[in-house]
């Protein structure tokens, strides 16, 4: 069982990068599933079968509207926990998954566990169908409402060789809802989350959920770490300055702009704003190649072919490292 799960896995990383090596020719749309408060947060209302419906509709939503892939967070379990979440959020997390994956059609899956959970989100990474996890604070400190959080990679890239060599990470660069310890650039962050963290996606947002990030952040973080794809982590909507930022990155997390309110006051994802957003995807080529070999060969989003045009390499096989130079064991 466990040789046909790890077969599973790889079959889905390769196709994973497949995906991302299209990042030159198209921006990635990465929808994001907000779980409502799980068991044990202080909003949740005691019905977990509600939490995990509601994902699976929400997904559903996203998948009929278009988008590429789908990230799973526990949105609602608001004050967050700085690091390691407790148990029963992990438990919730790892059934939202497998909610998510029915309606998925064989999109990929991510997991962000907030706020700063790389280890948990590396566990569903290996046991529950996830193939990506985004990391809010992978190198460096930040100042945030749960107080300073620091980066992790050290722990986090070998935990990933252990458990699941071919998730992808996706890390914040001076990450929204926080300031940077200290003098460092955006610049300075984003060559130590690519280079020294291994990170191999840079998510670049706003200063909260739902503001809008800046055209300049994305091109100041391009223009020191150009190997390394950039995801817009905040803010996109259907409108001009959107798609002008949208030209200068290689796919987007989109979250906030895409929900609105059920008849009973619940927040859920509307398919016709997802399709809106899909069409501004469409209109989208990015205005310089923006794909380096990494990016194309070596990180990728997709667990079938969903990809429009073929990968610019041969999918690699199973049990081979994702990342180069910085290999890391295919297993333990």
């Not at 202080?42 to 019905?47: E, L, S, V």
């Not at 190198?139 to 945030?144: H, N, Q, R, S």
């Not at 050290?154 to 200290?182: M, Y």
């Not at 809106?276 to 990016?295: E, I, K, N, Y």
Request: net charge neutral; aromatic share 4%.
């Amino acid at each position: 069982m466990r040789a046909a799960m790890l077969d599973s896995e790889a079959r889905d990383d390769d196709s994973m990068r497949a995906l991302l090596a299209n990042v030159g020719r198209r921006p990635l749309f990465v929808g994001v599933v907000h779980l409502r408060a799980t068991p044990g947060a202080p909003g949740f209302d005691g019905d977990a079968g509600a939490v995990l419906a509601a994902a699976e509709r929400d997904a559903a939503a996203f998948v009929n509207g278009g988008v590429d892939a789908l990230i799973v967070e526990n949105y609602g379990d608001t004050p967050f926990f700085a690091r390691a979440v407790p148990a029963e959020t992990i438990a919730t997390l790892a059934l939202a998954v497998e909610r998510v994956a029915r309606v998925a059609e064989s999109r990929p899956i991510g997991v962000n566990v907030l706020r700063n959970d790389a280890r948990a989100a590396l566990g569903l990474c290996a046991v529950g169908g996830a193939s990506f996890l985004r990391v809010n604070v992978h190198t460096g400190a930040m100042v945030t409402d749960q107080g300073v959080l620091e980066g992790d990679a050290a722990n986090t890239l070998r935990e990933r060789a252990r458990l699941a060599p071919g998730a992808v990470i996706a890390a914040d660069v001076h990450v929204k809802h926080a300031t940077p310890l200290g003098s460092e650039t955006l610049e300075d962050a984003a060559d130590d989350v690519a280079r020294r963290g291994g990170a191999d996606v840079l998510v670049v947002s706003g200063s909260g959920t739902g503001r809008a990030t800046a055209a300049a952040d994305i091109e100041r973080v391009r223009e020191r770490v150009p190997e390394v794809p950039i995801w817009i982590g905040s803010g996109l909507a259907v409108d001009a300055a959107s798609e002008a930022s949208l030209r200068l990155a290689d796919g987007a997390i989109v979250g906030t702009s895409l929900y609105t309110r059920s008849p009973d006051g619940a927040r859920e994802v509307d398919a016709s704003r997802v399709a809106r957003m899909r069409a501004l995807f469409d209109r989208v080529r990015p205005s310089q190649p923006v794909a380096g070999p990494r990016s194309a060969t070596e990180a990728g989003l997709s667990r079938t072919s969903a990809a429009p045009t073929p990968p610019r390499a041969p999918p690699r096989q199973p049990q081979t490292v994702v990342q180069a130079p910085r290999a890391v064991p295919t297993s333990s």
